[in-house]
């Protein structure tokens, strides 16, 4: 829905959605930050999946490759899988630069066949035969950088195990005289002579017995014996296919009875005992490796067998997501995604179910969790009927924490802007997103006043469903001035965007204590809506409201702490400040903010600047004796549950 960016005009610093990656994307690649760089590489994989010609549009190629192939040597697997999936979903987008891409990060590619992670090898080897059905005439340079790669390879035996997954049709009129000369050398098959013989074997039926002898009548005596030496013993199968082509089609090693017992209909009983060691967090991270495997590749028929099991199947993803190991937690929840984007319609007889298993996670500061879940309910509001996925969600905007409010209006928004406004019952979410105007923190109203952008767009000028809804919300709670704070909210005509990492970004400004705004500014008309976000209306704000700076904190504690001496008749002087005489006390309002004329005027800056910094140590010091208590009440408390 570009449409509902570009109605509006807006400075630079309220541009849409890119459709493009965003200029500081190779700044954001560059990043030290773990999660920087894997959310950046997560989007970067679904805006190039989404947009054909962004790499034609790119304009630093070069810099772009040389990022990824550093990425592709990160010691953490976690971003050389992404990076990695990137490339696999980015590629064809390459177009005539796609041999010259990839060949640049090949000499660094191919190592990760022998990763010690299931997961980065097979997407390896995804991603060397994706380049090789695109570009079937680079398998020499693959095969090539192979033979450089094997005389310092320390995992031999899993290497040529690994390729046999190049044994692609596009690939059986190819040159494969690197290969068998690579393998027929002595020192490179040293104490791996069983898996060369067998990859030898199943190379000479791929291919075909007349381009088998030209290979090996080219090879010289020595080399000659070695092939067959170590191809002596090795019986394969082979099935003809309906061309008359010798394909090779190689049968799995037996299995075990448990490994061929499946649970839930798709995956393996082994591979579930795996993820139930709840004991071993690295047992239970393979498990959900091989899991995740199982579901991105799971065909029709697996779909059929799983939905009878479908409750039993969220019920285990559900026990999986109470652990605390950050990497159990992201993997078992992108399985969770998975399972919504290749289950589709299946899903909505599960809604209830399956939301309530992702919102074990709403209010999580991690980003990359954050995006998952958005990417998540995403599938749902496209793949569900958007009325159903709301419904399901609203019961969340009424939970203690702030935070989980503010995520879940985030991801009404969210939905709004990508999902037809057709589908969904617009005076409905109106009459939802009216009562968080009056939330007691800062951050949920204010997401609910950026929802209220996009509903009042999405009305397209019926503007009266809202301001209804918002006179009868004040009528009922007896406040004022929520008609004028949503009234100058809409005149402001700006939207909030998606960013590049899928969530939401705030059209307002950056929200401190008072927008970078001055008093006088604050109280105009045309910002009734920041200062309803910063005063709600009059109501004495919570000193611990999270959004605060850790000064003002402090003055709130403070202010507090004054008020409620003066109300007892018990005011005791601050300290490093003397007793001014009652005719300089400073006089209050409402909100406890001090003013006094007269000592301004009296009061050299020097001398001001000192009593505030005095209030502001002893306020602080205040804070830390108060943080101090609350820990140790938290502390004590753990020591009773342990």
């Known amino acids: 829905m570009t449409s509902l960016f570009d109605a509006l005009s807006r400075t630079n610093d309220r541009l849409p959605s890119p459709n493009f990656l965003p200029e500081d994307f190779l700044e954001l690649l560059k990043s030290n930050d773990f999660d920087t760089k894997l959310t950046t590489l997560i989007r970067a994989a679904t805006v190039a999946k989404r947009e054909e010609d962004w790499f034609q549009k790119f304009q630093k190629k070069g810099e772009l490759f040389k990022c990824i192939d550093k990425i592709v040597c990160d ?10 999936k990137f490339l696999v979903e980015a590629m064809p987008t390459f177009g005539s630069a796609t041999e010259y891409c990839m060949c640049y990060v090949m000499p660094n590619l191919i190592p990760k066949l022998v990763s010690n992670k299931v997961t980065v090898r097979k997407i390896t080897h995804q991603a060397i035969s994706t380049f090789l059905r695109l570009k079937p005439e680079a398998l020499q340079s693959v095969l090539k950088m192979v033979a450089n790669f094997m005389p310092n390879c320390t995992s031999k035996p899993e290497l040529i195990t690994e390729l046999h997954a190049i044994l692609i049709p596009e690939l059986m009129k190819g040159n494969w005289a690197s290969l068998v000369d690579n393998l027929t050398t002595t020192a490179n098959i040293q104490g791996c002579e069983e898996q060369a013989g067998i990859l030898m074997k199943k190379l000479h039926y791929f291919i075909g ?43 799995a090693k037996p299995q075990s009875g448990g490994e061929r017992r499946l649970r839930y209909g798709i995956i ?24 995740k495997q199982v579901v991105d590749q799971i065909t029709a028929e697996e779909i059929a067998r799983l939905v009878p099991h479908l409750h039993s199947y969220l019920l285990m993803l559900s026990n999986v997501l109470e652990d605390l190991n950050f990497k159990v937690v992201v993997l078992a929840l992108d399985i969770v995604r998975a399972t919504a984007h290749h289950l589709k319609g299946h899903m909505e007889a599960h809604i209830q179910q399956f939301v309530n298993i992702v919102a074990k996670h709403f209010g999580n500061q991690k980003s990359v969790i954050k995006q998952i879940i958005m990417m998540t309910f995403m599938e749902l509001f496209q793949n569900i009927n958007p009325k159903t996925v709301g419904g399901c969600l609203r019961v969340y905007l009424e939970n203690k924490n702030s935070r989980v409010r503010e995520e879940v209006i985030n991801i009404y928004t969210a939905s709004l802007m990508t999902i037809s406004p057709s589908k969904f019952n617009l005076p409905p979410l109106v009459n939802i997103i009216v009562p968080m105007f009056h939330d007691p923190k800062k951050r949920v109203r204010l997401a609910a006043f950026e929802q209220l952008s996009v509903l009042a767009y999405l009305l397209n000028g019926k503007t009266e469903i809202i301001m209804k809804a918002v006179r009868d919300f004040e009528q009922d709670q007896n406040t004022r001035g929520l008609a004028e ?21 705030y059209s307002t400004p950056p929200m401190m204590d008072s927008f970078d705004l001055a008093e006088s500014e604050m109280s105009l008309p045309s910002n009734a809506d920041l200062a309803w976000i910063v005063s709600n209306g009059g109501v004495e704000p919570d000193p611990f409201e999270r959004t605060m700076s850790p000064i003002s904190l402090a003055g709130n504690l403070a202010s507090i702490r004054k008020n409620r001496m003066i109300q007892l008749g018990v005011e005791k002087p601050v300290v490093g400040m003397q007793q001014q005489p009652p005719a300089q006390q400073p006089s209050r309002i409402q909100n406890g903010v001090e003013k006094s004329h007269e000592t301004a005027e009296n009061t050299s800056p020097e001398v001001n600047q000192k009593v505030v910094m005095t209030r502001m140590k002893s306020d602080d010091s205040f804070v830390r004796r108060q943080g101090s208590e609350l820990n140790k009440n938290v502390f004590s408390i753990a020591i009773d549950f342990s």
């Open 268 to 291: 393996p009983s082994l591979v579930c005992a795996l993820i139930a060691e709840d004991s071993d967090a690295n047992q239970r991270i393979a498990g959900l490796e091989k899991m």
């Open 209 to 251: 017995n007349e381009s088998w002898q030209k290979i090996v009548s080219n090879l010289i005596p020595e080399k000659r014996e070695v092939l067959e030496r170590i191809t002596e013993n090795v019986q394969v199968e082979q099935t003809d296919s309906k061309t008359g082509n010798g394909v090779l089609r190689t049968s």
């Open 485 to 505: 704070a949503v009234t100058a909210r809409i005149r402001r005509q700006v939207l909030p965007r998606i960013r590049y990492d899928g969530l939401i970004e």
């Open 75 to 84: 010691d953490r697997w976690e971003l050389q899988h992404q990076c990695i």
